[in-house]
């Protein structure tokens, strides 16, 4: 069965970066990419949305018009999408690497993206930051509730691709950073790249316990892998880890039960994926 990375592209400004990325993962996993963009349930063709304001008595020409126009906004939205997944496409296979399909929907797009996600090992997404452009880039109004409703790991790409070396691991212990881990040491993603796994909190055995047990996880898959304990405010310290690091990915459960949480998925998580400049893996 056929290894497949699903990438979803939106035509903003993290779209290329969603394909660099999606190259870059698919040549270390053996793994072809398929392409998705989703139009949304209001950009086809709605009568209701003009011509439902227009006073009673209205001329039926200027109602016909506006369904021509309807009708019309329709099809460039559909040129749109397809000239959007023609380019990534192309820088796919430019990178060397398969694209496996380029599909065009229409509907509410977390329901699409997981009703498209069975086939998947991993969901590709761009994330915004504060410098984007919020009205043009809809994908990341939904990121969030994306995330908690998909079953696969979602790796969010950064504004652009960087080669990465190093993955910085925000280890809490609990049930999805095991996972987490376990993930990490199945999948040739990560063979050949250091492994840095960091928790935040108090020094003392139970931390340093669990450490030492991902690690032997880690290391037994033939993994290079440092542990570390840091102090302070979660999203301040890992902030600066991925600073000092310069080229990585982080990797984290997207549930915790320390004070890591406060950097993982809840209330925070938009706050989170734009403060980190690093690419982001979150794993249920």
Known sequence: MTNIILALVDGSAYSKS???HAAWA???????????HVLGRRSGADKSDLSGSIALGA???LLEELSTLDEQR????QLKGRAILDDARAIIEAAGEKVAGAHLRQGEIVETVIEQEAPASMIMVGKRGEEADFASLRLGAHLERFIRASHKPVFVASRAFKPINTVIVAYDGGASSQRLVDHIARNPLFTGLKIDV?????????????????KAILTGAGLEVE?????GQPDEVL???VEDCGSCLVAMGAYGH???RAFVLGSTTTEMLRSCKAPVLLMR
Do not use: H, P, W, Y
């Open 18 to 20: 969603v394909c660099d």
């Open 227 to 231: 542990t570390t304990i840091l102090s």
């Open 198 to 214: 960091v928790t935040v909190g108090q020094k003392n055995r139970d931390t340093e316990k669990a450490l030492e047990d991902a």
């Open 239 to 241: 902030g600066k880890r």
């Open 74 to 77: 329709a099809k460039l939205l």
């Open 26 to 36: 698919a040549g270390r996993m053996n793994a072809e990419v398929d392409l998705l």
């Open 258 to 260: 320390s004070r890591i």
């Open 59 to 61: 001329r039926t020409a």
